[in-house]
């Protein structure tokens, strides 16, 4: 899998956008970008992933350059339970065969201060 | 509420002891997963099993048994273990069959472990 990088931390004013960005200049084609967030003392949770186009869910959105060696997770409206380590990850899918790992990195320690 | 769950949710073991980590999932997921997450560090894949089966291993030392006994329960044994290994054990499963909804992990809340 290709390798991510991502600032260690970030402050966001709550009900601002935060926005964190993800660098993954070795991004091959068939691998898609994925964001994960792990609040303290509790288990990752699954944020957004996306290829090429742009998405949004009910959580973020998802912002991929045109050449994918970057991408940026936006949180519209972010509030103090948004504080959360968040983790960009680049995997390519396995498609009909065994299953595909997820490797973490470090991540970005997001606080959003009120 | 993920649909993963994991028992307990601390404990606390000596070197000698054996003890036992349990994960179940609600989701009717084919794929479980084993993760490690030592203080400061990012988290380190264990064991993958698919439809009951180990389909990955991480070099991970024999102190560390996983059982898959059946596609909605996922063991980790745990005997003579290290103070290094201390650290929190997180449990994931996946659709597991291939295609990018399919493959995302979803991950109950981990068993804080500390080894004394």
């Known amino acids: 899998d290709a390798k991510t990088t991502q600032p260690p931390s970030m402050d966001c004013a709550e009900g601002r956008a935060a926005n964190l960005p993800c660098n993954h200049s070795?991004?091959?084609?068939?691998?898609?970008v994925y964001w994960y967030r792990q609040i303290h003392s509790q288990g990752p949770q699954y944020i957004i992933h996306g290829l090429k186009n742009n998405e949004t869910n009910e959580m973020a959105s998802l912002i991929i350059t045109e050449d994918r060696k970057s991408s940026t997770l936006i949180l519209p409206h972010a509030t103090l339970r948004d504080t959360a380590v968040y983790y960009c990850i680049v995997r390519a899918m396995n498609y009909g065969g065994a299953t595909n790992k997820l490797i973490f990195g470090t991540g970005t320690l997001l606080a959003v201060q009120p | 509420e993920t649909g993963v769950t994991q028992t307990p949710r601390h404990l606390v073991m000596g070197m000698t002891n054996k003890k036992s980590l349990k994960c179940e999932q609600h989701?009717?997921?084919?794929?479980m997963y084993w993760y490690k997450q030592s203080a400061k560090k990012p988290l380190e894949l264990m064991f993958v099993?698919?439809?009951?089966?180990?389909?990955e291993n991480n070099s991970v030392p024999s102190r560390f048994s996983p059982e898959c006994p059946n596609s909605s329960h996922l063991f980790l044994h745990l005997h003579t273990l290290q103070p290094e290994d201390s650290a929190l054990y997180l449990c994931?499963?996946?659709?597991?069959?291939?295609?990018?909804?399919?493959?995302?992990?979803?991950f109950g809340p981990g068993t804080r472990l500390l080894v004394l």
């Open positions: 070795t991004i091959s084609g068939n691998e898609y």
């Open positions: 994931a499963s996946s659709q597991g069959s291939g295609g990018e909804y399919q493959e995302t992990q979803y």
């Open positions: 989701l009717g997921h084919n794929a």
């Open positions: 099993y698919s439809l009951e089966e180990r389909v």
